[in-house]
């Protein structure tokens, strides 16, 4: 498997409070996503990350910022929670390199409650 | 922009029978198409990938999905289901090219097994 750790695994919070998840590789792998999955939904990309300080938006990126300063670490940020982003949230990595071209590999989830 | 369909959302099926899991796509050119299962409560494993080449392709635990052109169509199939293969599957597409990096999700089939 992937050495593809995020953190907190659960986390409980209130509206208006922010709330940083951390997805943490150990493959070096250049490219890093933050997805959400919600029932009926499937995988939505939020945002994604090419190289160390390079990151771009997804397909549901409101309410949320991310931030790489290390290739190892992809930081995804909720300023301010709101009951809508109550999700199961997922990193995943690739490396865009030959044949491995964007196969991602995707990390255990977070679960997140926002009440 | 590239979209996937799934149009089951929940198929039952009896232990030994065979499966069949509908993906339809849509994209201009020759998409790279990916197979992705996730048991309750785990992230996502890659089962198969179709990239270039020959059009059936296997994949782990004795799963296979066969690319068609004609019909944009990347169904998986598998010839004796276990017990143990009820999990929900996704299939997902991404733009094949330079730069392309971002994989379209279907919203994903639940499939169950009868004993």
């Known amino acids: 498997d992937a050495g593809i750790t995020q953190s907190p695994r659960h986390k409980v919070t209130e509206t208006g409070t922010p709330v940083t998840l951390r997805c943490h590789q150990t493959?070096?792998?250049?490219?890093m996503y933050w997805y959400r999955q919600d029932p009926g939904h499937g995988l939505r990309l939020i945002h994604y990350?090419?190289?160390?300080?390079?990151?771009d938006k997804g397909e549901v990126s409101d309410g949320y910022s991310v931030s790489r300063s290390k290739t190892e670490d992809f930081l995804l940020t909720l300023e301010s929670a709101t009951s809508s982003q109550t999700s199961v949230y997922f990193c995943?990595?690739?490396?865009?390199?030959?044949?491995?071209?964007?196969?991602?590999?995707f990390g255990p989830g977070t679960r997140l409650t926002v009440l | 922009a590239q979209s996937v369909t799934q149009p089951d959302i929940h198929i039952t099926v009896s232990e030994g029978a065979s499966l069949e899991l509908r993906c339809n796509y849509s994209?201009?050119?020759?998409?790279?198409l990916f197979w992705y299962v996730q048991s309750p409560g785990q992230g996502l494993q890659l089962l198969l990938k179709?990239?270039?080449?020959?059009?059936l392709v296997q994949g782990i635990k004795g799963f296979e999905a066969e690319f068609k052109r004609s019909q944009s169509s990347f169904n998986l199939r598998k010839p004796s289901v276990h017990w143990s293969d009820a999990a929900e599957y996704f299939c997902?597409?991404?733009?094949?090219?330079?730069?392309?990096?971002?994989?379209?999700f279907g919203k994903g089939t639940k499939l169950s097994v009868i004993p």
């Open positions: 997902a597409v991404a733009a094949s090219g330079a730069g392309s990096y971002q994989l379209t």
């Open positions: 990350s090419y190289g160390v300080k390079d990151t």
């Open positions: 994209y201009g050119a020759t998409p790279y």
């Open positions: 493959e070096n792998h250049r490219y």
């Open positions: 995943a990595i690739s490396d865009q390199r030959g044949i491995r071209y964007n196969e991602q590999f």
């Open positions: 179709y990239f270039s080449g020959d059009t």
